[in-house]
């Protein structure tokens, strides 16, 4: 994983420090930026293929510049801070971060999310269980497996890359319900951290994108106490 540049985003200089000894020992190379605006800057400069970024900080905050980010941008970024609860870690999905990790972490789980994350940047298609067509044809919605593309009604469909390998392993096993804990073990290529959040704020991203009635779902259906899946309407 030599080739893999990440930048680390916290205005605590001891947290980066930290992160970057972590990383380096992994054979990641590191990058440093101490607020928002830094951080844009050095993607403008750098080849990213990653991004820790802490929440609260200066000049512009991580939910700010994530946002800022994902305008243009499908780099895996991972949300760092200090706020457990539920709604901050649903804040922080919602502003098209790909995971969330709480401070004061256990460096190993950084590096599993880390590797994860970098796995899927390697091998976005490499999901278990998938039989890969060239299009996968649903209604109206296409994906384009080879361009990595997802159109609806003709018109595309911005997805993140965690927003594309959830619908990519649903459309692939039409039919078949997947729980949020599959979800996860599929997309992520992680261990299921409690991770309930994660996999259903991607998922009610991806709908507001798709569907024409997110709480009447053509396509991603909900399984009650279950999980979820995309009907077989061949």
Not at 131 to 160: A, F, H, M, Q, Y
Request: glycine share 4%.
């Amino acid at each position: 994983m030599s080739n893999f540049n990440i930048l680390v985003v916290d205005d605590e200089v001891e947290i980066c420090n930290a992160i970057e000894i972590y990383l380096k020992r992994e054979g990641l190379n590191v990058l440093k930026a101490y607020d928002g605006i830094e951080a844009l800057q050095i993607l403008e400069e750098e080849k990213i293929h990653l991004i820790l970024l802490d929440v609260m900080m200066p000049k512009l905050d991580g939910i700010k510049t994530c946002l800022k980010i994902r305008e243009n941008r499908n780099i895996p970024i991972i949300i760092l801070s200090a706020k457990s609860e539920n709604l901050d870690k649903i804040i922080g999905l919602n502003s098209g971060a790909d995971d969330y990790i709480t401070k004061p972490f256990n460096h190993l789980e950084l590096i599993a999310r880390v590797k994860s994350q970098l796995r899927r940047y390697e091998k976005p298609l490499d999901i278990e269980n998938v039989n890969l067509k060239d299009k996968i044809v649903i209604k109206d919605l296409i994906i384009d497996t080879t361009l990595k593309s997802v159109t609806l009604r003709g018109e595309p469909v911005k997805l993140t890359a965690t927003e594309y390998g959830i619908l990519l392993l649903l459309a692939s096993n039409t039919g078949k319900v997947f729980s949020i804990k599959e979800i996860y073990e599929n997309v992520w290529k992680a261990p299921f951290y409690h991770s309930e959040n994660t996999v259903t704020v991607h998922i009610r991203r991806m709908r507001e994108k798709i569907e024409i009635n997110s709480k009447d779902p053509e396509y991603i259906k909900v399984v009650w106490g279950v999980g979820y899946k995309i009907e077989n309407h061949s």
